[in-house]
């Protein structure tokens, strides 16, 4: 019998299920395409900018890092360059000291001793001028506050008012730049101000 209730003229021949419609309907084809919001897409559109500018400040940051490290390294060099240039012309200063030690030590006269600062003074100054340390005039010189540093104020006639009368410690500049200011006495007035007469 088939399904319809009528004989199967070919017994033999077994009747294929055909598939149901309603089976067909309810059975999906493939999945279809999901649709994101466009929100969304805007949300991830920004979280990659974010991930992005993200990535570049992380570089950066290791870029100025290692520069600052190599500019360090670099300021470091140089100042033990010059640190060094500085001593090795410093060390026959030092061995003039030993030297004009060992003559005072040895009972040689004492004006040996003498003429070994004296040496060793110009040694000394010569190696701090070649590196650009020089001194201050001031004696004679009219008062730079900028580079003299007023100790006393003396009555003189020998200097006009406001110059420096004598020095009482040297003062040093290297290039362009105070070191050291000048210790000084300045010239004040020769003549003392007249008595003013009581008022009435």
């Known amino acids: 019998m088939t399904r319809d209730g ?3 003229p070919n017994p033999s021949v077994c009747p294929v299920n055909q598939p149901d419609e309603r089976e067909d309907a309810a059975t999906p084809q493939g999945e279809p395409p999901v649709e994101i919001p466009a929100r969304d897409e805007e949300l991830l559109r920004l ?4 991930d992005q500018l993200e990535t570049q400040l992380q570089r950066t940051l290791a870029d100025t890092v290692n520069m600052r490290r190599r500019q360090k390294q670099e300021m470091d060099d140089s100042r033990n360059r010059v640190l060094e240039g500085l001593t090795q012309e410093l060390l026959p200063v030092l061995d003039s ?5 060992q003559a005072h030590e040895s009972g040689h006269d004492p004006e040996s001793l003498v ?19 020089q001194e201050i005039q001031a004696e004679g010189m009219p008062f730079d506050p900028a580079r ?17 009368v004598r020095v009482l ?6 290039g362009d730049r105070v070191v ?15 008595t003013k007469p009581p008022k009435n």
């Open 47 to 50: 979280k990659g900018e974010r």
């Open 169 to 174: 410690q040297v003062g040093y500049m290297l």
């Open 148 to 164: 003299h540093e007023a100790v006393a104020v003396e009555p003189t006639n020998t200097v006009p008012e406001g110059h420096v």
């Open 180 to 194: 050291r200011h000048s210790k000084v006495v300045v010239a004040g007035s020769a003549t003392p101000n007249p």
């Open 115 to 133: 003429e070994g600062v004296r040496l060793v003074r110009t040694l000394l100054s010569g190696a701090l001028e070649r590196h650009g340390l």
């Open 6 to 8: 009528f004989a199967n």
């Open 97 to 101: 000291f030993t030297m004009a030690l």
